[in-house]
């Protein structure tokens, strides 16, 4: 999927987690956490050979890509 730059929108990045442990993350350029949500459920819903089990009973969680990428980095 190719995304085009728009000014109002940023990068965030959707997980989906199963007891507290992460199973699938999606990354998407949207307007706020709600939009990011949308364009994720849209895609899976349009790729159904992209989806994955349990995904409707899984808890999800919206997070600005780039707070959620630093905190994952690994500090020297």
């Not at 992209?50 to 959620?68: I, K, L, N, Q, Y």
Request: aromatic share 12%; net charge negative.
């Amino acid at each position: 999927m190719i995304h085009e730059y728009r000014p109002d929108r940023k990068m965030y990045v959707v997980v989906w987690e199963l007891e507290g442990e992460p199973r699938c993350r999606f990354s998407t350029h949207a307007e706020d956490e709600a939009d990011a949500i949308s364009i994720a459920q849209s895609f899976f819903a349009e790729n159904p050979e992209h989806d994955f089990p349990g995904r409707e009973g899984m808890t999800v969680s919206v997070h600005d890509a780039e707070t959620f990428f630093l905190e994952r980095t690994p500090k020297s």
